[in-house]
């Protein structure tokens, strides 16, 4: 089996990401001991837009008087005030971003570490799904056998005991339903923002959807999660290191360099990496928190890998 060199660049790129999006978990943890879910999004989109802003006003001064890398689409299609626009990035904001984010981060504070990793393994199944459906993309043999490769992989880390599991107590099940609501939204995000990328940049796409999200959550904070000066004033350190965290790399970089993979990427493609979450949350918490790393953590590890590299070298797409 002969792998390409973009193929190998591709794979780097999905492990760089995944690596980025893993230390979310533990950031949201923290930024919500010390603020409400929907306020570490807003702080969290605001940190990101303004950290993407200047490379966007590089770009913008960069392409100036030259042909834009969207080819044929014309200035008067790019327009912000163009209805089809204005509806794509509202519909990003609402239905996506701020619903992945905040709902992240108060279904993790209300259910259970192995809970939310479990309902998190139905992110590439839901994009595959919504993939085919709004995309028309095809969910080939190659594909379906890398999701399921992946997935083994990840039921051999997460080594869960099914017998204790409790997705349907009570006392956890709004906390469950959050993060499912989460995982859609996300996987909405991964095929939907594929149709704002036909006319616009990664950078534009992502500082444009960033700051309607902020404007999306003002109202949302003024009726669930008021802020004077003194609470902010109040904020610990570690809880702006969280915010931080997540601003720049979860949101940040790694969305920047998600957005260019999905551009020469399917979506169902992409997204089968995401099984390597749990596997990079396992290696961080042991550089963070001293946790210990067991034998079958490793092999879950490289089985998830492994699915990754068989989508992203054998499917046609990919090459």
């Known amino acids: 089996m002969r ?6 660049i591709d794979v780097g790129l999905l492990i760089l990401v995944n690596i980025m999006w893993a230390a979310q978990y533990a950031a949201y943890k923290t930024a919500t001991e010390g603020m409400g879910p929907i306020t ?24 100036q008087g030259l042909l834009h890398s969207t080819g044929s689409v014309t200035p008067s299609e790019r327009s ?28 993790i504070d209300r259910s259970t570490a192995s809970n939310a990793s479990l309902i998190y393994l139905t992110v590439p199944i839901i994009t595959a799904v919504l993939a085919s459906i709004i995309l028309e ?30 997705l349907t107590n009570t006392k956890f099940l709004l906390g469950n339903i959050l993060v499912m609501v989460a995982c859609t939204s996300s996987s909405f995000y991964n095929v939907y923002c594929k149709e704002l990328l036909r006319r616009f940049t990664v950078l534009e796409v992502l500082v444009f959807g960033y700051l309607l999200a902020v404007v999306v959550s003002l109202p949302f904070l003024v009726w669930a999660e008021p802020i004077s000066w003194a609470e902010v004033r109040s904020y610990r350190l570690s809880t702006w290191l969280a915010v931080l965290v997540l601003s720049v790399f979860s949101w940040g970089l ?3 360099l998600w957005a260019i993979l999905l ?8 997204s089968v990496s995401i ?17 210990k790393i067991t034998p079958t953590m490793v ?7 492994a699915g990754t590299i068989l989508i992203t070298s054998l499917d046609p797409s990919s090459s």
């Not at 792998?3 to 190998?8: D, E, G, K, P, V």
């Not at 051999?156 to 599991?165: C, F, P």
């Not at 551009?263 to 992409?270: E, I």
């Open 3 to 8: 792998i390409s060199r973009r193929a190998i």
């Open 40 to 63: 570490v999004s807003a702080w969290t989109f605001l940190f990101a837009a303004l950290v993407l802003l200047p490379f966007l006003m590089r770009e913008r001064q960069r392409r």
């Open 80 to 107: 912000l005030l163009r209805k089809r626009n204005l509806i794509g990035f509202f519909v990003l904001g609402v239905l996506a971003l701020m619903p992945a984010s905040a709902f992240l981060a108060w279904g």
């Open 137 to 166: 993309e095809k969910m080939t043999l190659v594909r379906w056998a890398s999701l399921f490769v992946a997935l083994t992989g990840v039921l051999i880390l997460s080594d869960v005991d099914w017998r204790h599991l409790q």
């Open 254 to 256: 790694a969305m920047v």
């Open 263 to 270: 551009k020469r990427l399917d979506v169902s493609q992409a």
């Open 275 to 291: 099984y390597l979450l749990p596997f990079f949350g396992v290696i961080i918490s042991v550089l963070t928190l001293k946790e």
């Open 299 to 305: 092999v879950g590890g490289l089985v998830t890998l």
